[in-house]
């Protein structure tokens, strides 16, 4: 007990840190008291940490599971850290702690050899399991003081979502064909995984199936209303598709003459002509040499 420290109203001997404005211990205040301490409602209780306030009311809880026990016991510190493992450990055989390191509640405890071997049977003296799980309950508390602030905006807070074990694709083709008169072809179809499923049959106003699983699909999609909606649909983007290509000034949706050079080479006696064309569309062509006006077809 330090020079600032205070004690709680007797006949409690449990010890307050300086820094706790509270006249009594958090035993004392009772389980009540602990709860609002968690959720924001003392103003006296936002110096200690989150991880603090959450093991003082885990003590209420894991108490009223278990007999009662005399106050400053520490084999009540020992269930209290094992309902939660974040509680700071015992630093001293006559100093039970709910606190952080620089404390905040101390107690004395009558008979420290007993309970330490309380402690130890626990497994709560291990230090290498409490280090383990520091970096769990760090993130624990992150959630929960992110939770906590979310309830109190009233903000939608998205629930964690198990990831599907299998993922499937419903697809759906539009598909919009041109010719230099224009368009001579459109067409609506369905798959599933890759796979075709059925399609928008326009000239017989129908829906086709083309797979056994499309076949109950097809069948609630008869009807002239949904072709009818279909095929408005293919109609708008088809002329979306034209417009586009027609403003975009593309020059191969018109036919260009090739440009071709002449040119010779090699040496005396071995000289030959090159002929060299492009920049034409289609993309097919036929070169041929002529002779005064009569094709060649040999010694070229």
Not at 34 to 55: K, T
Not at 73 to 83: G, T
Not at 117 to 135: C, F, W
Request: aromatic share 8%.
């Amino acid at each position: 007990m330090t020079d600032s420290d205070r004690r709680c109203v007797p006949p409690c001997e449990r010890i307050l840190s300086d820094f706790d404005k509270h006249e009594f211990c958090f035993e004392c205040l009772g389980a009540d008291h602990a709860a609002q301490g968690l959720e924001g409602e003392c103003e006296l209780c936002d110096v200690f940490e989150f991880r603090v306030l959450r093991a003082r009311l885990a003590f209420f809880k894991r108490d009223r599971a278990t007999s009662s026990s005399s106050w400053g016991s520490r084999f009540e510190l020992a269930e209290a850290r094992e309902a939660d493992p974040s509680a700071s450990p015992v630093h001293s055989p006559n100093r039970d702690v709910l606190a952080s390191a620089s404390g905040a509640c101390f107690g004395t405890s009558p008979e420290p050899a007993e309970d330490e071997a309380s402690l130890v049977s626990a497994g709560l003296d291990s230090t290498a399991s409490e280090r383990s799980s520091r970096d769990t309950k760090a993130i624990e508390d992150l959630i929960g003081a992110v939770t906590k602030a979310v309830d109190r905006l009233h903000l939608d807070w998205p629930q964690e979502q198990e990831a599907p074990k299998d993922e499937h694709a419903f697809q759906q083709f539009i598909e919009c064909s041109f010719s230099n008169e224009g368009q001579v072809d459109r067409l609506w179809k369905y798959g599933y995984d890759g796979k075709d499923m059925m399609h928008i049959d326009l000239v017989n106003q129908a829906v086709v199936a083309t797979s056994e699983p499309g076949e109950r699909l097809a069948e609630e999609r008869q009807g002239k209303e949904y072709i009818k909606r279909k095929e408005d649909k293919l109609k708008m983007v088809c002329s979306a598709v034209k417009t586009v290509f027609l403003l975009s000034n593309n020059s191969l949706s018109k036919a260009v003459k090739p440009s071709v050079f002449l040119s010779s080479g090699g040496k005396k006696e071995e000289e030959y002509l090159k002929c060299a064309a492009h920049g034409f569309y289609p993309n097919v062509i036929r070169v041929r040499w002529t002779q005064t006006g009569r094709p060649i077809y040999y010694g070229v």
